[in-house]
């Protein structure tokens, strides 16, 4: 039972920033947000993960909310290359696993 | 530093039979854990191993079973296929143990089909 919330879709014009949003509103205080991507059914492909504080590496940022309910992630500069599945979930602290949602397909476009 | 590597690619096999998959963790990784994606779906959490022990599972039956061996590699076996057991199998790999709370990296996974 996933634990996030996304939006089925989103587009996104190539070399604009990409904002992808994800509830996550009954995560426990000890629980990460994890960021995943997926193309065309290959292996899911590490984006970024958090606590309660913002996070940057050269792929992402993201935004937690101080609530810890909701959090975004940011692509600065979509490429074609960024087109893709992107799940937001949370990774159950009792027992490690990540529960998948359904996620955002993500469509860049010339 | 070498990826999460998975073997094989793609198999074919019949209602009934018995299926070993197999997985080398990241260089340094000692966690692995199995994830079973059906067609259109997220993936869904098998079962992780941390030094050779099975510390948690999925909502999946005792015919899914694995091992972990000492150089921290994994096999994922199923017995009695089922056509619902056609699926892309990942395997994932992470440093720290039980309760980490670093980077989780995927293989490109195995593609099953059961006929």
């Known amino acids: 039972d996933a634990k996030t919330t996304q939006p089925p879709s989103m587009d996104c014009a190539e070399g604009r920033a990409a904002n992808l949003p994800c509830n996550h509103s009954?995560?426990?205080?000890?629980?990460?947000v994890y960021w995943y991507r997926q193309i065309h059914s290959q292996g899911p492909q590490y984006i970024i993960h958090?606590?309660?504080n913002n996070e940057t590496n050269e792929m992402a940022s993201l935004i937690i909310t101080e609530d810890r309910k909701s959090s975004t992630l940011i692509l600065p500069h979509a490429t074609l290359r960024d087109t893709a599945v992107y799940y937001c979930?949370?990774?159950?602290?009792?027992?490690?696993?990540?529960?998948f949602g359904t996620g955002t397909r993500l469509q860049v476009f010339p | 530093e070498t990826g999460v590597t998975q073997s094989p690619t793609h198999l074919i096999k019949t209602r009934g039979q018995q299926v070993t998959l197999r997985c080398s963790s990241q260089?340094?990784?000692?966690?692995v854990s199995w994830y079973q994606q059906a067609l259109g779906q997220g993936p869904q959490f098998i079962f992780q191993?941390?030094?050779?022990?099975?510390?948690g599972r999925g909502n999946f039956p005792p015919r899914f079973s694995g091992l972990q061996f000492p150089n921290y590699s994994s096999e994922l076996n199923v017995n009695a296929l089922e056509l619902d057991d056609s699926a892309l199998y990942l395997c994932?790999?992470?440093?720290?143990?039980?309760?980490?709370?670093?980077?989780?990296?995927f293989g490109e996974g195995s593609r099953l089909t059961v006929l």
């Open positions: 260089s340094g990784h000692n966690t």
């Open positions: 009954t995560i426990s205080g000890n629980e990460y």
């Open positions: 958090g606590l309660k």
């Open positions: 979930i949370v990774r159950e602290w009792d027992t490690d696993k990540l529960i």
């Open positions: 191993y941390y030094r050779e022990e099975e510390n």
């Open positions: 994932a790999s992470s440093r720290g143990g039980v309760r980490n709370t670093g980077e989780l990296f």
